[in-house]
């Protein structure tokens, strides 16, 4: 079965410092792989996708990811945080089967201070 | 441009007690799908749908029924409320052929 590990439940950055949040996944092929944003209050907005080709992946907001196969692992990064960022992220991977099914991970919630 | 409702936004339940949480999209999507949202825990997959008519269990089921009599509405249905369904449930679509799944806002759920 597909799984995903958040490692870290809180991240606290300054504003303006660069940030990953690491994720790892378990899967038995090449998996699509997601990064959701859920602000307070709010539903999950798509960051970024990977399922195929080159492995650094550009999302919105300023974001970007890099899949590793020989980690089995999907990190995000950002060069410059902004108090706006302040938010849970959630990792998924998803189902490559047909029905894409995301199993997501148990979030990180990013703390950013001035 | 709606995208994915869901009402209410905010409900508190007695013990026992059945309500519907309803969930509309106006996309046009096949798949549908239920996630329960508890702290630390991330998502976890209640039900979903493939499409009007056809709907199956995700990882938690137990307590919970769905249906899919049309493309763009798919009600979670508790029929005797628990503590333990006190938690943020989230309506998502997706499109065939696409693979984002595009959230609804929650509904925020106590059971007392």
């Not at chain 1, 960051?47 to 692992?73: H, N």
């Not at chain 2, 709907?55 to 628990?82: H, I, M, Q, W």
Request: glycine share 10%; with cysteine; net charge neutral.
């Amino acid at each position: 079965a597909q799984s995903v590990t958040q490692p870290d439940i809180h991240i606290t950055v300054s504003e303006g410092a660069s940030l990953e949040l690491r994720c790892n996944y378990s899967y038995g092929a090449t998996p699509y792989l997601f990064w959701y944003v859920q602000s307070p209050g709010q539903g999950l907005q798509l960051l970024l996708k990977y399922f195929s080709g080159d492995t650094l992946v550009q999302g919105i907001k300023g974001f970007e990811a890099e899949f590793k196969r020989s980690q089995s692992s999907f990190n995000l990064r950002k060069p410059s945080v902004h108090w706006s960022d302040a938010a849970e992220y959630f990792c998924a991977v998803g189902d490559t089967g047909g029905s894409y099914i995301p199993t997501f991970g148990r979030g990180t919630s990013l703390i950013v201070h001035p | 441009n709606a995208g994915v409702t869901q009402t209410p936004k905010f409900r508190i339940l007695k013990i026992g007690q059945s309500m519907t949480l309803q969930c509309t999209q106006d996309m046009n999507h096949n798949y549908m799908y239920w996630y329960r949202q508890d702290p630390g825990m991330g998502l976890k997959l209640i039900y979903y749908s493939v499409g009007a008519g056809i709907t199956d269990k995700g990882e938690v089921p137990n307590g919970y029924n769905v249906s899919r009599s049309t493309t763009e509405d798919f009600p979670l249905r508790l029929e005797l409320a628990a503590p333990s369904q006190t938690s943020v449930y989230f309506c998502a679509s997706r499109d065939r052929g696409s693979t984002e799944a595009f959230f609804g806002q929650g509904t925020r759920l106590t059971v007392v």
